[in-house]
């Protein structure tokens, strides 16, 4: 099982980090294309919008198929359109090339999720998907210093080794990965599923909170590299090291933080995580030094890394019997949140002075995020 797990950490880690291998690049591919850094955000929108709307369709398309064949022809698409990004000479080009990117891996991760019930012991498949959640959320985090230190070479050499070290992955795939095949009666099993959640009020209500919160969530972590090179001037590899810390304070929260919340609850470990962020982002802009920012970023990233697996672990227990069906939509809200944070938060670092725009504007969407939960029921449950 190691050697499955390693493999699945890998796949996990490279789509993850392309999600946001870009944002770094957005100031230099904004002056190479001329566009403006409110348009520039569609950059990352792109990738996002292919992801998303895809997500869906990628799950039928497997049912009575080969999981691993499947896997295989997303990274062959993956590599493919990613390595054509580091030659995009327009705007369109590069926003088609990251479309092309998103569908792909929308195709190859969900089958991360989908393979692991089939081939691992049930008394491993909790952990492993527990820990692929954890790999997908530091891989994305690990985008932006590797993407801002590759990029102190060129601006393609980026998506040219991704390409390359997914050509690589995709020979692991085919040789170590089982040929796990869905039965074809499965099939039908997706479509009463979907059924079964969209009809599952609770389970809605926690997608909605999960997309809002993601929504105030990446309006941040898309700009904070632009945030960085505009106010304090730092230079792509600062900004690289600067994301270092900021991904270790994630990794530290999504680490030491589950005795916390196996001791408070669900609920409570909610309650205080949302408004632990609220606090932190309603301080946030009035810094105007980077030696308070940066740690006090970290903490934010701390408290991000606390609640990310406290939202997957509520939406798991809306159902016993469709709980690949709601990851697939968790992963669809995400990258919907990713695509409205994109286009949404190019016009609010544009418009408002020192952060305070995208600051304020992710304190409403946690507050508001808070609320969903609370209409639900949650705090009224024992979690």
Known sequence: MKKYSVIFF?????????????????????????????????LVSAYAIGYACFALVSGPFSDGRSRKKVMILGFAGFALSTFLCAFAGNFVLMFSFRFLAGIAASFAAPQVWAMIPLIAPKNQVVKMIGLASSELALAQIAGVPIGSFLATVNWRTPFILISICSVILLLLVEKFLPDATVQKQEHTGFISNYKSVLSNKRAMRYLIGYLVFQTGNFTMFIFISTWFSAQF???????????IVLGLGQFVGSTFGNKIISRIGLAQSLLVGLLTLA???LILPWMNTFTLVLPFLALIFVANGFIFPVFMTLLQTTTENARSTVSSLSNAAMYFGTTLAGILGGGLFSHFPHFFGIAYFALLLYIFTLWIYKSSGLFCKKY
């Open 10 to 42: 890998l796949v996990m880690f490279l789509i993850g980090t392309d999600t946001f291998l870009i944002s770094p690049l957005l100031p230099t591919l904004a002056r190479l294309y001329g566009i403006t850094t409110s348009a520039s955000g569609w």
């Open 233 to 243: 001037h730092l230079t792509l590899s600062q900004i690289g090291a600067s994301m």
């Open 279 to 281: 606090i932190f982002y």
